[in-house]
């Protein structure tokens, strides 16, 4: 994927503070127009920023935008009781449960991504419910306990039935959390809803998964590059035209006990954090090229992300690995500034 083939210029990071750089200067005059907002969803904050050469169409085309990314939001968040993936969860070795078109894609997806990178990606890392992020005073499940919850990991085990519209969880006790495939997805959805509303420039960031529409744009979107090994320092500044770039790191959501850090992103093998790179950037064009494949390269390790990333098409990368190294595939290369 060369610059002659990109529609795009880009880069923010697993480490990636994708709260990009809001590009204001060099608005073309045919895009007069431009109106941002920032709202909490999905677990962290959602900005939105849109121009277009009609006011008046942008915060009805934004409202529109989030209330879409909230329904999806709300479908399959495993954090909500009255969601239907808390149904499917509750009904796990029971019964198969009626599941809406959108959550039956985005499962979908994530099987594709689980075949692909030999289970490192597995939306049942959902069953391992001693782990708690988010809080200084997280405890550290007891061995015992992790081992019996990663027998219950399984993707194989979620049974899709297309025809009927349904999604089985095979045993009891398992459960379900799309967080590492289902933002993206929610983000573009609102990209989509955008474009219905004629709006064909935009930037949506959500707690660093990127998307950008606006090729017509006489300047890019300019995006801010956080270093995973000093997260407070930017590695440098990318500008994208069209695309989505997604991130993945060790920094985000972790607690520290005894000295030791625990991240978030899980190792369906083991149970416990993954031991690969502290972060990971993604660039491509479309969803299905990138999506999920952040978090895997996480747990495979970097000599397996960079066969990953140079045997996709279309697919661009950065890994940080754990010894600060860092490696970029020659595409990705050109675009980091």
């Known amino acids: 994927m060369d610059n002659g083939r990109r529609r795009m210029v880009a880069w923010p990071a697993a480490t990636l503070l994708a709260v990009a750089l ?5 608005c073309r005059p045919a895009v007069p127009a431009k109106r941002q907002d920032a709202r909490p969803l999905m677990g962290t904050m959602v900005t939105m920023t849109v121009e277009g ?17 909230a329904r999806l939001s709300d479908m399959m968040s495993h954090y909500d009781p009255n969601s239907v993936v808390s149904s499917i969860n509750a009904a796990a070795g029971l019964r198969p449960v ?9 499962l979908r997806m994530a099987r594709v991504v689980s075949v692909a990178t030999g289970g490192a990606f597995d939306v049942t890392v959902g069953s391992l419910r001693g782990w708690r992020f988010g809080t200084e005073s997280a405890p ?6 992790t081992q019996a919850q990663r027998a219950l990991v399984d993707y194989r085990q979620v049974i899709l039935d297309d025809a009927a519209g349904t999604v089985f969880l095979a045993r009891a006790g398992m459960r379900l959390d799309l967080g590492g495939i289902a933002k993206l997805y929610i983000l573009e959805a609102g990209m989509r809803t ?27 979107w300019l995006v801010g590059v956080r270093d995973p090994r000093a997260p407070d320092r930017l590695l440098g500044v990318v500008a994208i035209r069209d695309g989505i770039v997604a991130s993945s790191g060790d920094y985000e959501r972790f607690f520290e006990h005894e000295g030791r850090r625990y991240h978030h992103i899980l190792d369906p093998r083991t149970g416990l954090p993954a031991e690969g790179p502290h972060g990971v950037t993604l660039v491509a064009d479309g969803l299905e090229t990138l999506n999920g494949l952040g978090a895997a390269i996480m747990v495979l390790g970097a000599d397996r992300g960079r066969e990953l990333i140079g045997g996709t098409p279309d697919l661009e990368g950065l890994i940080v690995d754990r010894d600060g190294s860092v490696w970029m595939s020659p595409g990705f290369r050109q675009l980091l500034h």
């Open 22 to 26: 809001l590009a204001v200067a060099g």
């Open 53 to 69: 050469p009609d006011a008046s169409r942008l915060g009805p085309a934004m409202e529109a935008a989030y209330r879409e990314m």
């Open 98 to 106: 009626a599941a809406p078109p959108e959550l039956l894609q985005v």
């Open 140 to 145: 550290v499940p007891a061995a015992v306990e």
């Open 194 to 220: 955008l474009r219905r509303h004629g709006i064909d420039s935009a930037m949506i960031n959500g707690g660093g998964d990127v998307l950008v529409a606006g090729t017509g744009r006489v300047e890019p």
